[in-house]
């Protein structure tokens, strides 16, 4: 019996989703596993901001699906649905029809104007790329055009800058604008003091999942940097160029920013199934709708219960955790198995403003500043180790790191301290000459004997392992081991010398060879060889220390002048290349 799975949408929870499908049906040749998105790429909607306030490029931001799940049974269709038929369980786009057994609605959300008039016409959201880059365009046209006009009135709406509202996405924008119009005034010669920027929130007080300490903080640090931070009062509309409180107060500005918060998209609102008053489809606590069995909600989409009668707030690890719950529940639907409740575990969140400064509460740690922000880059890499795989965690990271790099702050300046390679070929000079002194190493082993005579590793031997400042834990490790088997470990160490020297020589497994460089560096520092430094000469060190770190450098750095270049690209696509049932599967689901 063939099961066709349909996960309807590639944002953080279709993508868990559909991972989560294939780990678990990977040996189960009946099923098929598609997502179908209106783009080919995922998209990283909770760095949107830094798009727009021009930190990093928006392609940092999109990741390819193709990329993510090539090598899994998942199939890519792009391709944008506006019909389902729940009754004959088919997805219609203005092409094509698909039809499903089991069908994941994650089509994600859409900004609420929480019925504030104006919004539509006059102030500009941030809940996708192409609102990133309106915001981004339209901020450097405000700026080119003060410093053109002669009207006083109109320079200062033109250089005022206002946000409503004061969650996670209204501060994350603020604290892109503190420093890129701090850029730009000294860039256009416009005095920083000119420029106003606001941020409004009808609570009583900004970021209100944070407790009053953190809150107080990122307040504190949004005013000293020249932010007029208002709370307590609605916005009551908005009109051309004009902000208007409950309270009557009124700010002229060319640039209004919508961020007062988020419900179901259109299509989920409209599908016909039973929604609740934020447009998200009721679902049961397997995620199921109340309308249709086989047909879950998740993320955004969907009214999923939580604690004391609550909704699941609309984040990150809501969405991957409903996620993953919605497709292990049709698995165990098709293996016969029980289905699983939710059950969220929400681990905390973090809140940049700028790229220097954030404020986090995760697992019960308040933080602030650089060990904040070194948290939150710290998620967001893990997440691209999550979505990336053995397959491609490290150029998803190594990219992250990159971008984050080019820009102001001090944890990205650290990121960009390990991932420039503007001078990486230089390095061509020293990988060659350590994999010549391993190489050499080595054969002076082999022209000694190491591979025939168990001679060299035994206790009191010229070459035993162990010297004069050796470590005691490792002096018990070598007599309890390595002494009992002389002769495998010499061929060991001989045959793992030559193979380092000509994995860097060559740049075939460079990162391999350095670290193993690196293996046999801190080995002979246990073994106390040399002194691990010198009480009769201040800072002179063991030379193995400088061998040590000249390894470290090393990692990663095959692509330059080196086989790994060719060989790394070539073995990925060996090791995880396409499946060949997946366009089968496809036909299953594509109706003719």
């Not at 699906?65 to 219609?92: A, C, G, H, P």
């Not at 902000?243 to 016909?272: K, P, Q, R, Y």
């Not at 990219?399 to 102001?408: I, L, T």
């Amino acid at each position: 019996m063939s099961n066709n799975i349909i996960v309807l949408g590639a944002g953080y929870g279709g993508v868990a989703a559909a991972q989560t499908l294939h780990k678990k049906l990977k040996k189960h040749p009946d099923s098929t596993i598609t997502l179908i998105d209106r783009n080919s790429y995922h998209t990283l909607l909770t760095e949107l901001h830094e798009v727009a306030g021009n930190r990093i490029e928006e392609d940092a931001l999109k990741i390819d699906l193709e990329r993510i799940f090539s090598s899994t049974k998942v199939n890519i269709i792009q391709d944008e649905i506006n019909n389902i038929d729940f009754e004959n369980q088919t997805l219609s786009s203005e092409e094509h029809q698909y039809t499903y057994d089991y069908l994941i609605m994650g089509a994600g959300s859409k900004p609420s104007h929480c019925g504030v008039e104006g919004v539509a016409e006059h102030a500009f959201t941030l809940w996708s790329m192409d609102d990133a880059n309106s915001i981004k365009k339209h901020v450097e046209k405000c700026m080119q055009e003060a410093r053109m006009t002669d009207d006083p009135a109109k320079r200062k709406e033109l250089l005022s800058f206002a946000v409503a509202g004061g969650g996670f996405t209204g501060v994350e924008m603020v604290g892109e604008l503190i420093e890129w119009l701090d850029e730009y005034s000294k860039e256009y010669n416009i005095p920083r003091n000119e420029i106003e920027i606001y941020n409004f929130e009808g609570l009583d007080q900004i970021l209100p999942n944070l407790s009053d300490e953190l809150v107080e903080k990122a307040m504190n640090y949004m005013r000293d940097n020249g932010v007029n931070v208002k709370t307590g009062e609605f916005v009551d509309k908005i009109e051309k160029n004009k902000i208007i409180l409950n309270d009557g107060m009124e700010v002229n500005a060319e640039t209004i920013i919508w961020t007062c918060g988020v419900e179901a998209a259109d299509f989920a609102a409209n599908s016909g199934l039973a929604t609740d008053r934020a447009n998200r489809i009721k679902v049961n606590k397997y995620l199921q709708t109340e309308d249709y069995a086989n047909v879950y909600a998740i993320g955004d989409n969907a009214a999923a219960p939580w604690d004391d009668d609550q909704i699941l707030p609309a984040l990150v690890e809501s969405a991957q955790q409903t996620g993953e719950c919605a497709a292990k529940n049709i698995v165990a639907e098709i293996k016969g198995d029980s289905k699983e409740e939710l059950d969220p575990n929400l681990h905390g969140v973090m809140v940049s403003v700028g790229s220097s400064y954030a404020v986090a509460e995760v697992m019960g740690l308040s933080l602030t500043g650089i060990p904040a922000m070194f948290m939150k880059h710290s998620v967001n890499m893990f997440y691209r180790f999550e979505i990336g795989g053995i397959k491609e965690t490290y150029s998803l990271i190594t990219e992250y790191m990159k971008e984050q790099a080019s820009h102001k702050g001090l944890l990205p300046q650290l990121f960009g301290f390990v991932s420039e390679t503007s001078r990486s070929l230089w390095l061509v000079l020293l990988r060659i000459f350590v994999g010549i002194m391993w190489l050499y190493e080595g054969y002076t082993k082999v022209r000694d004997g190491w591979l025939t005579s168990a001679d060299y590793l035994v206790s009191g031997a010229s070459a035993s392992p162990i010297g004069d400042y050796a470590v005691g834990w490792y002096v018990w490790l070598n007599e309890a081991i390595i002494f009992k088997f002389p002769l495998f470990f010499q061929i060991v160490v001989t045959l793992s010398m030559i193979g380092i020297g000509i994995s860097l020589i060559f740049g075939l497994f460079a990162t391999l060879g350095a670290l193993g460089s690196v293996g046999f560096s801190i080995n002979f520092l246990l073994a106390g060889q040399y002194a691990h430094w010198s009480s009769d000469y201040p800072g002179h060190f063991s030379p193995l220390f400088w061998f040590l770190f000249a390894s470290i450098t090393l990692i990663g750095s095959g692509r330059s002048f080196g086989l790994d270049y060719y060989v790394l690209p070539w073995l990925k696509n060996k090791i995880w290349s396409r499946p060949k049932n997946k366009d089968q599967d496809l036909q299953k689901v594509v109706k003719k």
